[in-house]
């Protein structure tokens, strides 16, 4: 059974940091993409960034340069740097992982941004 558990959401403020964690099982881990998707309230789930199994990473070009998505092979986990980060960026974080043909979504976590 695959599992993806994400972590690390909470109240920041702007301007400040959070590092979110995808924990997989049920997967080789090593050969699939993994990204980080967020929902805003009343808006379309979009694409943050992707960690390919070739080690290249693709971003947002709204988060471009403040997050950094990292994977450690050995504890089959993601990791989603956030820096300066700005209002907008309040939204649920899903953490997707595609293997062998299948799509695979964890529950999400909050972060919200708060003066």
């Known amino acids: 059974q695959v599992q993806l558990v994400e972590s690390g959401g909470g109240l920041v403020q702007p301007g400040g940091s959070l590092r979110l964690s995808c924990a997989a099982s049920?997967?080789?881990?090593?050969?699939?993409?993994i990204s980080w998707y967020r929902q805003a309230p009343g808006k379309q789930r979009e694409l943050v960034a992707a960690s390919n199994t070739d080690g290249s990473t693709n971003y947002a070009d709204s988060v471009n340069a403040r997050f950094t998505i990292s994977r450690d092979n050995a504890k089959n986990t993601v990791y989603l740097q956030m820096h300066s980060l700005k209002p907008e960026a309040t939204a649920v974080y899903y953490c997707?992982?595609?293997?062998?043909?299948?799509?695979?979504w964890g529950q999400g976590t909050q972060v919200t941004l708060s003066s």
């Open positions: 049920g997967i080789i881990f090593r050969i699939a993409p």
């Open positions: 997707h992982a595609r293997f062998v043909g299948n799509d695979y």
